[in-house]
Structure formats: C-alpha cells, structure tokens
C-alpha cells in the first residue's frame, strides 16, 4: 500500500491510542483493525495480518518487562504458549480463507463484545497470593483453555488478554502480576504463528505495520505517565466504547453496501 502523509499519521495516531488503550483498559485491536478496514480501504484478510505485527511486538516489549523485573514464567509459559500456537495455526488458517463480509459481521458482534466487558468490567481481578494450581487437573485445563485461547488469537485475537486473566486467576489461582507475564510471553509465542501464516498468504503489509508499532510504542510510553492521573483509565474506557461502537455499526452496515 503506497502511503502519503495523511495515511502514516492515521497509522500512527491509531497505533498510539491503540498502545494507550491496551496499557489502561485493554483491547487496542477493536481500534486498529476497523480502522484499516475502513478508513484505509485494506482487504480484511491483510488488515487482520497486518496488525499481527504490533501485537507481537507489545507482547515482546511486555515480556521483556517483566523478565527484567523478575518475573518468571517458566515452565509454565512455554507449555502454554506452544499449546495456543498449535490452537493459533488453526485459527489463523481460517482466518487467511474468510469471506470479507463474514469477517466484518464477525468483528463487529466481537467489538462490541469486548468493548462492553472492558468498560464495565469495574471489578479487578483478584491479585491475592493464593497457592497456585498449575499440576494435574488444573495444567490439563490450562492447556487445554489456551489451546482454543489460541484459535482465537489466530483468527482474531482482540480481546483474548481478558479470556487470559480469567482463565488463569480464576481457574490456575496465578497472581495477577504473573498472569500478566505469562499472557504477554504466550501471546508474543503463537502470534509469531499466525503471523507466519498470513505472511506466507502475502497478508502483511509491514510499512503499514511498521507505522502502527512507531504510533504504539509512543502511545505506551505516554500512557505509563498519564495512567498515574485520576480518572484517566475511566476517560480511555469510555473513549473506547463510543468508537467500538460506531465502527462496529460502520462494519455491519458496510457489509450490506458492498
């Protein structure tokens, strides 16, 4: 795609509230695929792949955070993360084969989803030092959440750190703090799949994508400062909602016009 000025400043623009949005309420894809879609005229299939790249590369940058401060996931991690590679080859495959029109209806139910649970979900998870249940049954459950988690994620993705943190603190009793951890280090694991496989399709436009992670990287990087202010989580929560809805409204509508 040949980009003038105004396209890379939407890209980085979308990129930045993307980054912001997935530092203080989670779900920057419900901003940036739409957005691909329909303010820049990308096929479904490339805007999907396309935006593997800033995924992969938040999921890297948040490891890579947390490991510095200490933070293991091992083993844990890497027996999950490959489970939802598996799931994410899959999802991914379907994902590379969907009728525009479908994925568009089905991006839409799935933004307003999302972007419900994210502004009204209140209640923080619990971060209390339980003992955690990672062995027997439990691992059995873990793997087998992240290996239809991973589906998901290969087939679309936005939302699924939300479906992460339930599963694992609610199910596995992880900390939230490690839950975080391990959500960032099994993302950036089987998004490196699905991004493989619409690669090899040619469904990655990497200066676009390029421009997209510039725009995220700012916008984390502002966010960490400005979350610390009262009120700012509540204000990009709502922001959030108000475009997840009119895209979402913009995406099914656009499937009767096509």
Do not use: H
């Not at 799931?87 to 307003?112: C, N, P, Q």
């Amino acid at each position: 795609m040949l980009l003038d000025v105004n396209s890379i400043l939407i890209l980085v623009g979308i990129g930045l509230f993307a980054g912001v949005v997935n530092t203080l309420a989670g779900g920057g894809s419900l901003v940036t695929l739409p957005v691909l879609i329909l303010f820049l005229g990308m096929d479904e299939v490339t805007a999907n792949g396309t935006n593997r790249l800033m995924i992969i590369f938040s999921a890297f940058a948040a490891n890579y955070g947390y490991t510095t401060k200490g933070i293991k996931t091992y083993p844990y991690g890497i027996y999950l993360g490959l489970t939802a590679l598996v799931g994410a080859i899959i999802g991914a495959s379907i994902a590379v084969d969907i009728d525009g029109d479908t994925f568009k209806r089905f991006l839409a139910i799935i933004m307003i989803s999302i972007g419900l649970i994210i502004v009204f979900n209140t209640k923080s998870i619990s971060s209390l030092e339980l003992a955690e249940r990672l062995k027997g049954k439990y691992l059995f459950y873990a793997l087998l959440g992240f290996f239809f988690i991973g589906i998901y994620g290969g087939f679309l993705n936005a939302g699924v750190g939300i479906v992460i943190m339930l599963l694992l603190t609610t199910v596995n009793r992880v900390n939230l703090i490690r839950t975080n951890a391990i959500k960032a280090f099994s993302v950036f694991i089987y998004s490196l799949a699905a991004l493989l496989i619409f690669a090899l399709e040619g469904k990655v436009d990497w200066i676009v994508g390029f421009w997209m992670v510039l725009g995220s990287i700012i916008g984390a990087w502002f966010s960490s400062i400005w979350s610390v202010r009262k009120g700012g989580e509540r204000a990009i929560r709502i922001t959030l909602l108000i475009m997840v809805i009119y895209m979402a409204i913009k995406l099914w509508i656009d499937t009767f016009n096509s």
